[in-house]
Structure formats: structure tokens, C-alpha cells
């Protein structure tokens, strides 16, 4: 019997990592994109909005692509760091401009209306912070039960890399990330615990390069605008941490993943925004969240070189 491939929403605020999760995404035969929504984080909403066009563009998705929230829910927003991904949001090689215009209806609105229509339960990868999920999840909670899961990218169990505890994506929304952890659907949680642990390194890049289609001409110049920054910082290659959010869902096999209760600290002086993970058990509360905590890192490398290929079947 055939496979159905699986609905998904792609939200983010690409961001290199988030646009190579959303290459593969799209490449790969096992996901339906409902959408794509964009959301503030790496850079404002109205630029990544842009970007995702621009991504959409690239890969050949015809899909809506909607914008979503402009500010986190309560707190106000930290600045958006240019410094990782560029003033741009995604700086590097120059992209095709937009195919089509964004879709009349906002994230919030387009999520529901797509998850209230789909036959199947529909998955939520979510790359940035968890604004415009917490949103959809606040207004329309009818559509919890039509979500089988939300994947995200996000936290950290054992360190964070904004502060020493809390990880960007969390940190920029923690009642959003409290939402959704608590929601009652159930996560699987890449944070930096695997997400550091992904890296591309040179000799990578260097296979991507000599795949010579469009997509991997943008990709690997990506990877080296991505790789300069965490270079300087002592990383012996980047990290797509976005990616792992995306590749779980289809090749689980690559992880090693770890049931467990996670909470997110919204209020607190040194610790706010981190995703404290019952990793003993010792509270006995029912895991909310599958987290991944390390990769098979060539395997995941060989994947998504596999799927960057398939462009050059187009
Ligand atoms: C997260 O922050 C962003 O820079 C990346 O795209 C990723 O989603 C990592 O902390
Ligand atoms: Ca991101």
C-alpha cells in the first residue's frame, strides 16, 4: 500500500537553517506542505515573510506562504541578532524574488482554516519562535484536535546559547513555548542538545557544491555564510539546527531520541526561557515531549545531500 504523505505547516523565520529544513521539506516525497508561515524571530516578520517567498521561489512551492505575528505574545522583543543571520534575515547568495504575492488571510487565520479542512492530522514544524503557534493554539483551540504533532526547533535540556540556559527560539517567546508545551499535543523537541551535534562541515559543503543544480548553488553559498559566523565562535563546521526539526519526521532512525516531561521557565532572573527537562522521571509526569539528544551526524549529512540532489531531476 502506498505511503500518504504527511500534511505539514511549515512556520519559521528563515534564517539559513530554517530555508535548508524547507529544501529538504520540499524534496521530500513523504510531506505534503500546507503552507509556509513566517514569523519574528532571526529577523523582523515582514522580512522573513520576504525571505519565505524568496525560499518558495527557489524550490519551485506554489503553496500559500502567510505572515504571521509581529511581536512575541507578552514580552517585548529582543533585537533581532543580525550577526548570525545578516541584516537581511538571510544573507548570502542572491535569491529569485517572489513568485507569487503572500496569501490575504494571516499565519494564524491560514493555519487554522488548513488544519480545520485537512482529512488528516496535520504537523507543525516550527523553526522559529512559537508565537504564531501559541496564537493559532490560543484563538482556534477546536484545531488541537486535528494536530498530530508539533515538531520544533528549540530549548536545550542540558545548556542554552543565548543565555547560559535558554536557547534563542525560546527565549524570544517563552509564554508562547509555555503554550505549546503545555497544550497537550505532543512535541518532538530538536534543541541544541542534537542541533549542535549537526553539523556541516567543509568537507560536506564541498559535496553539495559538486552537485551543480540550481538549489545546491544557493545551498552551499548558505552553508558558508552560515559556517563564517560559528567558525568565529570555535564550531568546526554550522549547524542546522532548523534541519533536525524537518529530518525527525522522516528518519527517525538517524536520532537518538528521549521521552520526558518538559517545562518552560517564563519568570525567573538568570534562567528564563529554558526548557527544563524531566530527563529521570522524578516529577513522574507524563513526557509531553520526544527530544532528540544526538545524531548519527554522516547519516544525516548523506539524507539531506540525497534530497538536495532530487533538484536536479526537475
Ligand atoms: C535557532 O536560532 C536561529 O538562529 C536558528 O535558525 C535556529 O532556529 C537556534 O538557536
Ligand atoms: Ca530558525
Known amino acids: 500500500m502506498l505511503k500518504k504523505p504527511i500534511p505539514v505547516i511549515l512556520d519559521g523565520d528563515p534564517g539559513h537553517d530554517d530555508a535548508i529544513g524547507w529544501v529538504v521539506a520540499n524534496a521530500s516525497e513523504d510531506f505534503n506542505i500546507l503552507a509556509i508561515t513566517a514569523v519574528n524571530g532571526n529577523c523582523s516578520t515582514a522580512k522573513a515573510a520576504y525571505n519565505s517567498l524568496r525560499i518558495a521561489a527557489l524550490i519551485g512551492y506554489d503553496g500559500p506562504v502567510a505572515k504571521g505575528q509581529d511581536n512575541p505574545l507578552y514580552v517585548e522583543s529582543l533585537k533581532a541578532p543580525t550577526n548570525v543571520h545578516g541584516e537581511s534575515g538571510l544573507d548570502g547568495p542572491a535569491l529569485p524574488e517572489p513568485k507569487h504575492p503572500l496569501d490575504n488571510l494571516s499565519a494564524v487565520e491560514l493555519m487554522s482554516k488548513l488544519i480545520s479542512e485537512s482529512n488528516e492530522k496535520v504537523v507543525i514544524i516550527a523553526t522559529g519562535p512559537l508565537t504564531n503557534v ?61 542541533t549542535e551535534k549537526a553539523l556541516v562541515c567543509q568537507p560536506d559543503v564541498q559535496r553539495i557544491k559538486e552537485i551543480g543544480n540550481p538549489v545546491s548553488e544557493i545551498v552551499w553559498k548558505w552553508l558558508d555564510f552560515f559556517y563564517q559566523f560559528h567558525h568565529k565562535l570555535g564550531y568546526p563546521g554550522a549547524p542546522l539546527h532548523d534541519l533536525c526539526a524537518v529530518m525527525v519526521l522522516i528518519h527517525p532512525e538517524v536520532f537518538t531520541l528521549k521521552d520526558m516531561y518538559v517545562e518552560v521557565e517564563t519568570a525567573s532572573d538568570y534562567s528564563k526561557g529554558t526548557t527544563v527537562g524531566d530527563y529521570y522521571g522524578i516529577t513522574g509526569k507524563k513526557p509531553n515531549c520526544t527530544c532528540l539528544m544526538d545524531v548519527n551526524r554522516e547519516q544525516f549529512i548523506d539524507y539531506m545531500i540525497k534530497y538536495i540532489e532530487k533538484y536536479s531531476e526537475v
Open 134 to 194: 501559541a496564537a493559532l493554539l490560543l484563538t482556534h483551540p477546536e484545531v488541537k484536535e486535528n494536530i498530530a504533532h508539533i515538531s520544533i526547533m528549540g530549548g536545550g535540556i542540558q545548556f542554552g546559547n543565548w543565555t547560559p540556559a535558554a536557547e534563542f527560539n525560546i527565549l524570544i517567546d517563552p509564554e508562547a513555548a509555555d503554550i505549546v508545551f503545555k497544550s497537550g499535543i505532543h512535541i518532538f523537541m530538536a534543541g541544541l542538545d542534537v
